[in-house]
Structure formats: structure tokens, C-alpha cells
């Protein structure tokens, strides 16, 4: 084990900032990434959705 | 109301016409006529301010129109050779952003109306580029529905029309003509407007 | 056991088949991550020329590979595309190009936050630096073409094209960059003098590369998802889809 | 009026989005290309820098020029903006101010970054975008009456670009001298007071000298 | 066939004779600016010297390139081009080589005159002429490839510069490379080689990529 | 010896045709009709070669037009809503240079002999940009003269012409098909074409 306590973890032994800055920047792109293809994702099937309302209503009358 | 007083225009070392008088009242319908070449359009882009006549001089209520100048604008509508239209954007915001342009906003429902009336209904969202020669023709014809200008000035306003939509202009032109409005066209085409006074000019 | 590969080749049935694989490949990615942060936080000791500014190594180099990696992977796809006219391996393209860029601009932005401490610098005009930036604007080039391009199909065409124009050059430019850095011995500094890597330095970084790789796999079969459906949402199959309720 | 044009040349950009990035893009790729001809020795590109920046901002702005009125020019919503009752001087800083808010405002954005490729302190960073800020207004400005001249374009594309230029060039020494100058450990306030002064005068002349101009090479 | 595009080309940049001017000012402007925005030491401008040219060549070939087939495009030139029994390739080829014929000769003939302002020895001079000559076709060959893609997309202008500057980044390497060593007194025959087989390399698949994009963008 | 075969036309989520069969024999024209937007240009465009039909093939000769690619180009001249006119270039260097392009070179004299023709004798010297609608339209058309090939595909020939210069054309196009060559054209107006034979293809 590297760090005794969770300060000594954060600071990096000075370098804190530049690896956390690295990972933190990494995690906000992985994480917007896939959010962003989910979202699309769910444009579409709201999309979808109303195409399948309209059909249904088109059905019904 | 619309005079043409010793018109002329020359082009390169061409004089296309000279001496044109004309005098258009209320409700009055003015057709060009004459062979390609023969300065149909330079007369209308004379008319309606984009070029100056060589000699002579065009009145709008009296007052020479280079003098009236926004004033004149505010009741004139020009549709030319070119469509006027911007391909990248939709049928639907290419009539609202050019009638408010023109000086009159329009809402989106008036548009979509007008739209509907000239034959592009369910086209409303498709970008002018894809639609096809009519279609872009309709979109700047769509204008006339919408605007409250008196003097429309029409340069071969038919062409790629197909023949449901020449009606329909021609019906939009009477309609407008009966209202006390003023046209000046032209056209390779045969048609029959009613009018009350209806002008034929020839040039050579 | 034989597959029908053909048979996945066809959008209709390859969005059933990815949609079954993905969650594996997710999993696999979290798992090796987890693993990889680990061994890279807790077990991998501190370097004794850089301290612990070194871990950056982690996530650096296995963005930077895998940004290369991609571009070879997204031209090869692009290019079968064009030369058999095959769909599905256009939109494979179309769904590798923001990936990779997104690798590409987090090795360029490791490194920089790396070279900061080791360097003095943010950047220097270094051969390996360059030519990753000039991976940036390779990618941005594709994917802004695509962006333009209104019909699909013209845009997986066109962007076949300069993604294989493009993988002819970085050949080219890695060692146009590499021969003139050297000729002028200007940067004083330079990524060639890594560290000698302890063992377990080495197996965490290899760790977090095939993290990436899952990472990359799953992601991409995602969004080659979504693709197909945005394509192809007026046919048969999609609707088909619908009826039943499972476009997810 | 001046809301409908800024309107609509904001949706056509919108439209095409991408023509937003690739200016910037344009904009980083003249800046990089720089180190890579010059060399990669840091002290002299520091001092290169405010003036790389500030040529690749201008030519940045200046490309996109051309698009400003031609493509309403060829497609015939030029002549129908002309034939408008509203002022047509309106028209023309709608047109330029919307150029300046897709053009100009990523470029102001952009420079910081593109600073540190060229290890700028910090304190000449700032100085840098506060000068693009002011200055690119002016070079949209500028550059509507270019453009409008240009429309007509009778064998006069050297004439005007004679014509524009140095108008540019002032513009030009002041951004990159105050960097320079704040770099230098003076002052920069007079550089700025002066780019502030041409921002003015320019809204105010350039969009009816740019009106002027539309009407001729319209006649 | 290659005659008469060449010859079309040819009379309509001698119709158009402010382009070709509008090319070589935007070429000899960017040269000078450098000076006016970096400041007078004359032993930092000539280091600079042949990366300001061979950026500014660069980009001065590539001002030029949206009207390489955008003109023929709206028109429906192009249109009937893509009908000619001929090979496309070979129009292609044509197109290019009448591009290069009137932007980037002119360029080559400044560039010793612009070199001499920054006081480069002759030699250096004799050496960035010919580098010039032989990478100012490369820039035309390539330059046709992005042209060709962005065919009829509005904000082409900048989105063409985008696609092929991260291109021609080796020929801008070893150009000015070239004109660097032998300032240094180094050799320079590895770079020339270089640039000579990118303008092989170019000459053959060029024109046969920007033929398939044509297509590509004309469906 | 053209044979159109259950093309079909899809463009954005629009079917504009389906299940469009033709045959064209030597000496035969074919006139397309159909409202603005029917897909009249869409057509035309697949059968010269420059979109390929969402389903379907198109022939020449038993061969699908795609496989031929250069030969068929050799023997087709096609003619759009777009003009295919340099604006800075002459009336007379747009035909020798158009004509050259296409595969056939002309002398100066015969492109004179093709712009008296077609109505634009003195204007060969004058750069086709000042020229008036009509006129560059027959600056176009002006290629039908001197080209050899014998499949012309027309896509509304006569827009923007006067009454003459339709009448010229619709001489032009009766030889045309009299020496055995083949039209396909499209057109709003009304125009009596004599032919071998004629097949009238309405699009919806
Ligand atoms: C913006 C700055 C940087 C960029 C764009 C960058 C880019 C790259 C690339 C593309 C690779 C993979 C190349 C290959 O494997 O051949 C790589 C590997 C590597 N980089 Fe960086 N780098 C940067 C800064 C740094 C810094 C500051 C350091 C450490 C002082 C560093 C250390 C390494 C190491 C150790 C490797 C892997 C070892 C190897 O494969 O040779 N990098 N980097
Ligand atoms: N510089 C010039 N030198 C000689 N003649 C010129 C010049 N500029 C224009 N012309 C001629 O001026 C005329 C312009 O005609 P205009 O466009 O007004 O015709 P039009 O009646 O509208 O014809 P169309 O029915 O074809 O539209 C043309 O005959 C053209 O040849
Ligand atoms: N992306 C799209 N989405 C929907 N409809 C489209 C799209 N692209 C084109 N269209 C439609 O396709 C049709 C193209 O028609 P085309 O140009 O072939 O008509 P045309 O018969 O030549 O008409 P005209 O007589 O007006 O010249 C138009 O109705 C247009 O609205
Ligand atoms: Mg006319
Ligand atoms: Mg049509």
C-alpha cells in the first residue's frame, strides 16, 4: 500500500493536480460520451414512439 | 400611378429601347412583350429601382421613385429571374425571413396557409435545395400571398410552373387586380388575365 | 461450431447481435478498470525519478495507442465501405471516428498536464506531440465532412475517401515530423527517456490498455447502433422493432 | 429588421454548423502549422506568437468574407434585401455583427488555448484575447465593405484588397503590439484605447459605407 | 481533352485577372505582415524566413482551391463534364495543373523577391525557388481532393482547408526544411527527394481520389 | 434500345416513382409529364447517368448504362435546368469549349454557323453573363447543333425561350428524330413534336 491516509492519496505527492486533473478530465469524457450516445438513443425512440402513436391512431379511426 | 416617362436604356453599345411612355392606374395589368434580348427585364429592373434608365424617368404618384426611394419600396414586390431563395434554409423560414425583410412579418401559421394555398404543403420543413425547379418557383411566388405591397412587378413569373400552378397565379394576379393593385409582367407564355386596364408593351 | 457471418453482416440482424454483445463487452471493460486503477493506484510503487506524477501513464498511453489504433481500424472500415458498398461497415467508420478522437484529445491532454512537472512545459513541438495533434485534426476533418454531408450515403463515401487519404499520410507525417525535429536539435526534451518500468508499473498500464480496448468495443457497437436505427428507421425491420416494442 | 438578419444569418450557420468549427479549426490548424515550418525552438516562437495569432485570426475572418453577401448575391435575396424598405446600413451590420458572432467569438475563445502552445504566460494570454475581442469586430466591420465591393468585382479584386488592408493593418500592429508590449513588462493601455477607437469609428462608417457599395456593384 | 481544360482554365483566370493578383498580394501581404507583427530583428526574420513563405504559399494555394470546381458546379459545367466520354481523371489532372499553372507559378517567381526582404543569402533563395516549384504542385494535387469532397457544401471554403492542410503538412516540413539546412549549411538533396516523390506519389493518385469524390459529391 | 426497367426513386422519405417501364427505339421521343415535384428531373438525371435509381436498371443497347460508362456518355447528350454556360466566357468559346469537352471538337466556323442558328449572330463576341435569359439558354441549346450523338435527353428545353425560338427548337428536334436519333425531354408547355414514334411516361 502506497498512501497512509486519504490526503497524502489526493495530493500525490505534490503532483495532485496534474494526475487528477488527467483522470478527472478522462472520466468527464468517458462519462459524456456515453451519455451522449444514450441520449441520441432516446431521441430516437421517443421518435419512434410517435411515429408508433400516429400509426396507432391512424388504426384506430 | 406607375409612369415611364422617355424611357431608354442602353447595354454595352446596344440601345435595347428608347422612348417607352407608359402610365399604369389602379387595378391596371401592364404586359411586356418582345423576343429574348429584347430588354424585357432591364425595363423591370428599371422599374422597380435596381438599374437607372439611361434617359428619362419613372414617376410612382408624381415623384421621380430614385427620390422616393424606401417609401417606394414599401409598396413594390419584385420576383425576378432568380428565385430569391436561400437553399440551405427551409421552405418555411426562406418566406417568413423574406416577407419580414420586405417590411411585413408574417406568423408561422400565415405561412404555413399561404404554403398550403400555392402547393408546397408537407414541404414546409424540407430545405429549399432539394426541392425541385416549380417547387423553388412556388416558394418565391408564396411571397405575393403574403405581402400588402400595390405594385408587383414580375419578370416571366411562370416559368417552370406546371399548368395547375400557372392557374393559380393567374387567379392570384385577377384577385389582386380587382383589389386596385398594379402588375407589370412578362411572359413567354399565352395567358389571359382580366383586368380593368390592361396595357400591352412591345419592344423590338 | 460455424457462423453465419454474412448473415451479420446486414444491419437488421448485426443491431440484434450487438445489442447481445455489448453488455459482455461493458462488463469486461469495468472490470478490467477496476483492476487496472488498482494495480496502478495501490500496487504499482512510487517512481523514483518522477514520484507520483508517473501514474498519468495510466490512462496516457493507452489513449494515445488507442487513438492511433482507431484511425487504421475506422480507414480500413471506411474503405471496405467504398470499395463493396457495404452499409453496415461505413457506419462502423461513422461510429469509430468520435471515439478515437475522443483518445486523441485525452493522450494530448495527459500529456500536456504530464509535461507540465516533467518538462516545464505544456507543450513542445515534439515529433510524437505533433503528429497526435495532427491525429486531432485528421479526425475532426472526417467527422466535420460527414457533419456536412445532408445524405448518408454521399457522406460515407466522401468520408472513405479522405480517411484513406489520410492514413496514407500519417505515415508520412510521423516521420516527416520525426526527421525534422531531429535535424534541428531544438527540443531539449523528449518523450524517449520513459522511465525503466518496474514489473508491476508495466502489467497495470497493459491492464488499462485492454480496459480501453473494451471500453472502445462497446461503445462503438453502441453507437453503430444507434446509427443503423437513425438509417434505417423506415424500413421494414425497424418497424418491425417497433411493433414488438424492443428498439432498446 | 436588424433581429431578423442577425436571425437568419445565425440559422443559416446553424444549418451548417460545421462551417462554426472549421473556421475555428482553420484558425488552429494556421497557428500549429507555424512551429512546424519555423522550428520547434521555444523562445523564438514565444515572441512569434501574438503575431501568429493575430495574422491567423485575420485571415481566419477574412476567408469567411467572401461568403458574407455572395451567396445572397447569386441566389437573388441580395437584390430583395436592396429592394427593402428598411435602411439597407441596418442590413449590413446585422450581416456583419452576425458574422462576427460565428467568425469572431470562437476565435476570441480559441486564442487563450493556442497561447500555450506557444508557452505565453499568463498575464500575456489574457491581454491577447481582450485585444481579439476588440479587434475582430472590427475586421467583420471592415471586411463588409470589402465584401460588398468585391460583389461587382470589374478586374477591382487587387483594388480592394489595396483598399481594406490597410485598414487591417493598424488593427494588426495594435493587437499584436500590446501583447508584445505587456510581454515587453509595459504598458498596453494606449494599444487598447487606440483598437477601441477603431471599433467605433468603425460601426459607425463601415456599414453605410458597406450600404454604399452593395448599391453600386448591385446597379 | 487535357489541352482544352487547360486552356478553359487558363482563359477564364485571364477573363478573371484580378484572382491571380488577389492570390499573389495575399501571398506577398502574409509575407510582409510577418515583420510589422513580430518586430525588426533581422537575425530572428531570417530563421523565420522560410516557414513565413512556405506558410504563406501554402496558404495562398489553398485560398484559391474552393474555386476550383465550385464555379463549374453552380453552373453545370461540372455537370457536363462528369458526362464527357473522357476519362474524369484525366479532366481532373487538367483542373489541377491549369490551378497550379496560375496560382502557384506566380508564387514560385515572387518567392525570391519576398526572400530577398528578409535577407536570405542567394543560395537560400535558389533553394526555396525550387523547392517551391517542385511542392507548389503537390499543394494543387491534394488541394483537388478536398475541393472535390466538398464540393456544393456551403462553408466549403473553410471545411476544404481543414481537410488538406493537415495534408500538406509534410511538403511544408520539408519545403522549408530544405531552405533551413542548407542555411546550415547542411545538405539538401534528401529533402528535395522527398518532396519529388510526394509530387510522383500525388500525380498518380491524386487525380484518380479527386475524380471519385467528384462523383461522390455530384450523385 | 434505351430500356428503363422498373426504376424506381426514392429521395429524402419520399417514393417519388416506382415500377417505371419504358422502351426507346431509334427515332422515337419520349415525353415525360407530371406536375412540379413528380420527380420529371430525377428521372433524367438517372437515365444520363449522373444518380442511380433506387431500384431498377437502365440500357443501352442490352447493356446496363452503368457497365458502360464512357461509351454511353459518347452517344448521349443530356441538357438540365442548369445552363452549363461559363458566365465569363464568350458566347462563342462556351460552344467550342463545351462541344470539345464532350467529346467533339468544332472550327470556329462551324460554332458560328450554329449561333446564327439558333438566333445569336453579333452576340459571339459578348460574354454570356450580360446576355438575357433567353439567350443563354440558346447559348445551351446551341450544343444540339454541333453534337453527333443521338440520345438527347431535355429537361424543359423551352423554358424561358420566345415564340420563335420554341419553333426552331421543335425543327431542330423533328430532324433530330427524322435521322433516327432519340429524345427524352420534359416540358410544361404544350408542344406538337412530330415522330416515329412517341411515348408519353406520366409521373404521378
Ligand atoms: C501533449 C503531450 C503528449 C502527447 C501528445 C503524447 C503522445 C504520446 C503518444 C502518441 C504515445 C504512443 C507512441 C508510441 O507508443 O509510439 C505516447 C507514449 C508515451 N508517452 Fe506520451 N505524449 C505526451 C506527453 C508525454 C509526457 C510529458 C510524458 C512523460 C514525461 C510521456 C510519456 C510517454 C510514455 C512513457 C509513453 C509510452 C512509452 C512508449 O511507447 O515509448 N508523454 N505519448
Ligand atoms: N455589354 C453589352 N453589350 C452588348 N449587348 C449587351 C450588353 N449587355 C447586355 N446586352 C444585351 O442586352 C440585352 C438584355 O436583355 P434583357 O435581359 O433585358 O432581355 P429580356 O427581354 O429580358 O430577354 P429574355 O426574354 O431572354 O429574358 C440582351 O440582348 C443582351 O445581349
Ligand atoms: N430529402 C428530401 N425529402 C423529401 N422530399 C425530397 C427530398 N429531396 C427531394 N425531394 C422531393 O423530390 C422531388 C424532386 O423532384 P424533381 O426535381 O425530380 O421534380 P420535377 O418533376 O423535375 O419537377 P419540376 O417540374 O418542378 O422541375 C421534389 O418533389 C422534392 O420535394
Ligand atoms: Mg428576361
Ligand atoms: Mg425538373
Not at chain 1, 15 to 29: A, E, P
Not at chain 3, 45 to 52: H, K, S
Not at chain 3, 217 to 236: M, P, Q
Not at chain 4, 135 to 144: N, R
Request: aromatic letters at 10%; glycine letters at 8%; a neutral charge.
Amino acid at each position: 500500500m502506497n498512501w497512509s491516509n486519504l490526503s497524502e492519496f489526493f495530493s500525490m505527492g505534490g503532483y495532485g493536480f496534474y494526475v487528477w486533473g488527467s483522470y478527472v478530465v478522462t472520466l468527464v469524457c468517458i462519462v459524456g460520451e456515453i451519455l451522449l450516445i444514450s441520449n441520441r438513443h432516446r431521441t430516437l425512440e421517443k421518435q419512434h414512439g410517435l411515429i408508433f402513436d400516429i400509426n396507432r391512431k391512424r388504426d384506430n379511426k | 400611378m406607375l409612369q415611364g416617362i422617355n424611357l431608354a436604356c442602353v447595354r454595352g453599345d446596344r440601345e435595347l429601347f428608347k422612348n417607352i411612355n407608359f402610365s399604369l392606374e389602379a387595378g391596371g395589368l401592364m404586359q411586356v412583350h418582345g423576343p429574348n434580348g429584347s430588354g424585357k427585364t432591364s425595363l423591370l429592373r428599371m422599374l422597380c429601382g435596381l438599374s437607372n434608365p439611361a434617359a428619362g424617368e419613372i414617376r410612382w404618384c408624381d415623384k421621380a421613385i430614385h427620390s422616393l426611394d424606401g417609401d417606394y419600396f414599401a409598396v413594390m414586390t419584385y420576383i425576378g429571374h432568380l428565385s430569391g431563395t436561400k437553399d440551405d434554409l427551409t421552405v418555411m423560414e426562406n418566406l417568413r425571413i423574406s416577407s419580414a425583410l420586405a417590411g411585413s412579418e408574417i406568423s408561422a401559421d400565415q405561412a404555413k396557409e399561404a404554403l398550403e394555398y400555392i402547393g408546397l404543403s408537407g414541404r414546409e420543413a424540407l430545405p429549399v435545395k432539394v426541392l425541385s425547379q416549380g417547387q423553388r418557383r412556388r416558394v418565391a411566388l408564396a411571397r405575393l400571398l403574403v405581402c400588402k405591397t400595390s405594385v408587383w412587378i414580375l419578370d416571366e413569373p411562370l416559368v417552370a410552373l406546371d399548368v395547375a400552378a400557372v392557374k393559380l397565379i393567374q387567379g392570384l394576379l385577377e384577385q389582386h387586380l380587382l383589389q386596385g393593385g398594379m402588375v407589370v409582367m412578362t411572359t413567354h407564355q399565352e395567358i389571359d388575365i382580366a383586368a380593368a386596364s390592361i396595357t400591352q408593351l412591345q419592344l423590338a | 461450431m460455424s457462423i453465419n457471418w454474412f448473415k451479420y453482416s446486414s444491419p437488421a440482424s448485426f443491431y440484434s447481435l450487438a445489442g447481445k454483445i455489448t453488455p459482455i463487452f461493458a462488463f469486461a471493460a469495468v472490470i478490467l478498470l477496476v483492476a487496472g486503477l488498482y494495480i496502478g493506484f495501490f500496487v504499482a510503487p512510487t517512481d523514483f525519478q518522477q514520484g507520483e506524477a508517473y501514474r498519468i501513464i495510466f490512462i496516457h498511453v493507452p489513449a494515445a495507442w488507442m487513438s492511433m489504433f482507431l484511425y487504421v481500424v475506422m480507414a480500413f472500415w471506411a474503405g471496405i465501405g467504398l470499395a463493396f458498398n457495404t452499409r453496415l461497415s461505413s457506419m462502423f467508420a461513422t461510429a469509430i471516428a468520435p471515439t478515437g478522437a475522443m483518445f486523441t484529445f485525452i493522450a494530448l491532454w495527459t500529456g500536456a498536464l504530464w509535461g507540465k512537472p516533467m518538462w516545464g512545459t505544456w507543450w513542445v513541438w515534439d515529433a510524437r506531440l505533433t503528429s497526435e495533434l495532427i491525429l486531432l485534426f485528421l479526425y475532426i476533418g472526417f467527422m466535420s465532412l460527414q457533419a456536412a454531408i445532408d445524405d448518408p450515403r454521399r457522406a460515407d463515401k466522401a468520408g472513405a475517401i479522405i480517411a484513406l487519404v489520410g492514413v496514407v499520410n500519417i505515415p508520412i507525417i510521423y516521420f516527416s515530423v520525426q526527421w525534422w525535429n531531429t535535424l534541428h536539435q531544438g527540443a531539449s526534451v523528449s518523450v524517449n527517456q520513459a522511465p525503466s518500468m518496474a514489473t508491476t508499473m508495466l502489467v497495470g498500464m497493459l491492464v488499462m490498455v485492454f480496459a480501453s480496448w473494451m471500453y472502445s468495443i462497446a461503445v462503438i457497437l453502441k453507437r453503430t447502433r444507434v446509427i443503423i436505427l437513425e438509417r434505417e428507421s423506415h424500413t421494414a425491420w425497424v418497424a418491425e422493432l417497433q411493433k414488438k416494442g424492443t428498439v432498446q | 429588421m436588424l433581429m431578423w438578419i442577425i436571425k437568419r444569418d445565425l440559422l443559416l450557420a446553424m444549418r451548417r454548423q460545421s462551417d462554426v468549427f472549421t473556421i475555428l479549426f482553420f484558425f488552429i490548424i494556421v497557428v500549429s502549422l507555424f512551429p512546424l515550418s519555423v522550428g520547434p525552438e521555444m523562445n523564438m516562437l514565444r515572441t512569434m506568437a501574438p503575431g501568429v495569432v493575430w495574422v491567423a485570426a485575420l485571415l481566419a475572418s477574412m476567408l469567411s468574407l467572401g461568403r458574407m453577401f455572395s451567396n445572397d448575391y447569386v441566389d437573388g435575396t441580395l437584390e430583395q434585401m436592396l429592394l427593402s424598405p428598411q435602411s439597407l446600413s441596418l442590413l449590413v451590420l446585422g450581416k456583419a455583427l452576425a458574422h462576427w458572432l460565428v467568425t469572431g467569438i470562437p476565435l476570441v475563445l480559441m486564442a487563450p488555448i493556442l497561447g500555450i502552445q506557444y508557452d505565453l504566460p499568463i498575464e500575456a494570454l489574457f491581454v491577447l484575447t481582450i485585444t481579439l475581442l476588440l479587434g475582430t469586430p472590427v475586421l467583420s466591420l471592415i471586411g463588409a465593405i470589402g465584401a460588398a465591393l468585391t460583389l461587382g468585382l470589374r478586374g477591382g479584386g487587387v483594388l480592394v484588397s489595396l483598399l481594406v488592408l490597410p485598414l487591417y493593418i493598424p488593427v494588426l500592429i495594435f493587437g499584436a503590439g500590446a501583447v508584445e508590449a505587456n510581454m515587453a513588462g509595459v504598458g498596453y493601455d494606449a494599444h487598447l484605447s487606440l483598437i477601441g477607437a477603431f471599433l467605433l469609428m468603425s460601426l459607425v462608417f463601415a456599414p453605410w459605407a458597406a450600404a454604399s457599395s452593395l448599391r453600386v456593384s448591385l446597379e
